[in-house]
């Protein structure tokens, strides 16, 4: 097959025959992208010198002032012509998303061999910029290009999606999995190396806070004291309001101390966890709206609404002539900007019963479930949690069994003792 050069303006389309394809596109840029670097794909035209196909090629020619490659196909009839053009068309295959954002980059780090890399300060070298102009795009479109390049060199599974949404949806979920993976690896290795998954300190919480490193931290969970004088109004031993608690743990309930704990652990938690750190704070009922004002003051992301956690069907009260049973309570969701929930779609409440009185050790522990249930919604294996009032340390032992690596503190010797023989079982 010949390949001819010709005018351009010696090509015309047939009388009667208008071109099915009306929109050619950004003619402008294809014409200097021919003016640059030559037409590769010639037009096809009859022996009249009618368009058969490459109409876009053709106009970009023209106004390029070029040259145009030209080859031959022997026929004439009017109706076999648009059998061709619309064979020619409708089975020309475009990128796929991979493809296309592959091609992009090998383009751009071509033309940056070529030319240098540009250098803040100095002139020359290629730019985001220059590629953009290349092909007739925005530098945001090319920038979003390199991105999802790097995602399908990353995971090669990706050339199969058939949408560029697709690709990056996609691309989130196996980042989730990559990074449990690893996770996984980094927390096995380390029970392997027989190193510590877990660290429990006897201090005051306060102090310990203040020393905890910047960015350090993936997960808060913890459980401070309500500050509704609970050691006043809670049946204890004998069945009677205040007095000893059946678990030999006592606390001092105040309010205007635990409300200036939570305010604390609320600005030092914002700096202390990382920049997609999630967290659950265990809180009175009463002083929800307060609470999630003062964690927006530090600059947290607060859920709207509290957790759910349904107890039981029937629940106690002090004065049951009065008031209705406590069958609930709620927990505050917090989240940096940059978080992201991993299991999705999961409810804002959850069912499950406390701690059998017979079997707690602590006044106020709640149920490992309750908090694994809390965890598998946010955490990735391997991940830091930390839990400045941890009290028995069941969370401790839940982000242990979500496989994490976990810092529990508390001020009370005998929480930190019943701690510690918590987590010695677990480990045998």
């Avoid at 009667?16 to 021919?34: A, C, T």
């Amino acid at each position: 097959m010949d390949i001819i050069q010709t005018d351009p303006t010696n090509i015309k389309v047939a009388d009667g025959h208008n071109r099915f394809r009306q929109d050619l596109g950004d003619i402008e840029e294809l014409s200097k992208s021919i003016k640059r670097t030559r037409q590769i794909l010639p037009i096809v035209i009859n022996r009249k010198f009618e368009l058969i196909d490459g109409g876009r090629r053709l106009a970009a020619c023209i106004l390029a002032g070029v040259q145009v490659k030209a080859v031959f196909e022997d026929v004439a009839d009017p109706k076999e012509m648009r059998e061709l053009e619309l064979e020619a068309n409708l089975h020309r295959k475009d990128y796929t998303p991979a493809e296309y954002a592959l091609a992009v980059e090998e383009l751009h780090n071509f033309k940056v061999e070529q030319h240098g890399a540009t250098t803040p300060g100095t002139s020359g070298g290629h730019t985001l910029e220059d590629t953009a102009k290349l092909i007739g795009k925005t530098k945001g479109s090319i920038i979003n290009q390199l991105q999802m390049a790097e995602m399908i060199k990353a995971f090669p599974q990706l050339k199969e999606a058939k949408k560029a949404s697709e690709i990056k949806k996609a691309y989130k979920g196996l980042e989730k999995v990559a990074a449990a993976i690893e996770g996984i690896k980094e927390f096995e290795q380390k029970v392997k190396d027989k190193k510590d998954l877990f660290t429990l300190h006897y201090t005051d919480a306060i102090d310990h806070m203040s020393e905890v490193p910047d960015n350090s931290v993936d997960i808060l969970l913890t459980d401070p004291l309500y500050g509704i004088e609970h050691d006043k109004i809670g049946i204890s031993v004998g069945g009677r309001t205040g007095g000893k608690s059946a678990t030999g743990i006592d606390f001092r309930d105040d309010k205007y101390k635990a409300l200036a704990s939570y305010y604390f652990l609320a600005k030092e938690s914002f700096r202390f966890t990382k920049y997609d750190a999630h967290g659950y704070i265990f809180h009175a009922m009463e002083h929800f709206n307060y609470l999630r004002d003062i964690f927006i003051e530090c600059g947290w992301r607060v859920y709207i609404k509290p957790f759910i956690w349904i107890k039981r069907e029937t629940g106690g009260c002090n004065v049951p002539t009065s008031w209705p049973s406590d069958c609930y309570e709620q927990i505050m969701y917090i989240r940096k900007d940059a978080s992201r929930i991993i299991k999705q779609g999961m409810p804002n409440w959850i069912e499950c019963p406390p701690v059998n009185p017979t079997e707690k050790i602590h006044k106020y522990e709640k149920p490992v479930l309750l908090l694994e249930n809390l965890l598998e919604r946010v955490a990735l294996p391997g991940q830091m949690l930390y839990d400045p009032f941890m009290g028995s340390g069941s969370s401790i032992e839940a982000g242990v069994k979500q496989k994490l690596f976990c810092t529990g503190v508390d001020n009370s010797i005998e929480a930190y003792a019943v701690a510690l023989e918590r987590m010695s079982k677990l480990n045998d």
